[in-house]
């Protein structure tokens, strides 16, 4: 069974720093495409970043290009999102997602069950 | 960007009804269309990818079509799991957008 945990969320003032973490199992991790989705609480979703199988190939949203940095580890099947500069409107739930290809298609299952990222003062 | 209207918002409905969700992209985005299913408190669920492929373990109850603008998401016998928000989001270019959601009520 696939399985995606998020961790590393919490509470962080602006302009600081968080750095999530995705654990994966259940499938051959190196071979697919990652991503990470995010939802301001009672909002819709937004697409962060993703990140190719191999690690060559990324996007990110222009609300965190230059602040985030998405890697992968793919010798312990761990997806990573680092946030630096952090602001308020970043706060949502992160969840990381498995995307259907080795190359991002944007098309992503499953979804891990989120850490919640709150920026405020 | 291209923008995804979803009607309606919302809609009230009971077990055992057809529902339909509509999903509208500004400009075509040929059949790279997904559906997901959001129950309250739990992540998102892949239920359709490319308008009209149904994901791995997802009833067959759930139908997707649609190519260019226009897309539908059919629920042909609401049954009670269903109750939940559907979001739809286009996959056809950089970034990847999803429409507002349509909440799904009894």
């Known amino acids: 069974e696939v399985q995606l945990v998020e961790s590393g969320g919490g509470l962080v003032q602006p302009g600081g720093s968080l750095r999530l973490s995705c654990a994966a199992s259940g499938f051959n991790f190196g071979t697919f495409a990652m991503s990470w989705v995010r939802q301001a609480p009672g909002k819709g979703l937004e697409w962060v970043s993703a990140?190719?199988?191999?690690?060559?190939?990324?996007y990110y949203a222009d609300s965190v290009k230059g602040r985030f940095t998405i890697s992968r580890d793919n010798s312990n099947n761990t997806l990573y999102l680092q946030m630096n500069s952090l602001r308020v409107e970043d706060t949502a739930v992160y969840y990381c997602?498995?995307?259907?290809?080795?190359?991002?298609?944007?098309?992503?299952?499953?979804w891990g069950q989120g850490t919640l990222v709150a920026v405020s003062s | 960007d291209i923008q995804m209207t979803q009607s309606p918002s919302s809609l009230s409905a009971s077990v055992g009804d057809r529902v339909i969700v509509t999903c509208r992209a500004s400009?075509?985005?040929?059949?790279?269309l997904n559906w997901y299913q959001q129950r309250p408190g739990r992540a998102p669920k892949l239920l359709i990818y490319t308008a009209s492929n149904l994901q791995s373990g997802v009833p067959s109850r759930f139908r997707g079509s649609g190519s260019g603008t226009d897309f539908t998401l059919t629920i042909s016998s609401l049954q009670p799991e269903d109750f939940a928000t559907y979001y739809c989001q286009q996959s056809y270019s950089t970034p990847p957008t999803f429409g507002g959601g349509t909440k799904v009520e009894i």
């Open positions: 997602a498995k995307d259907l290809n080795t190359y991002s298609r944007f098309e992503v299952d499953p």
């Open positions: 990140l190719s199988g191999g690690g060559d190939t990324t």
């Open positions: 400009q075509s985005i040929s059949t790279y």
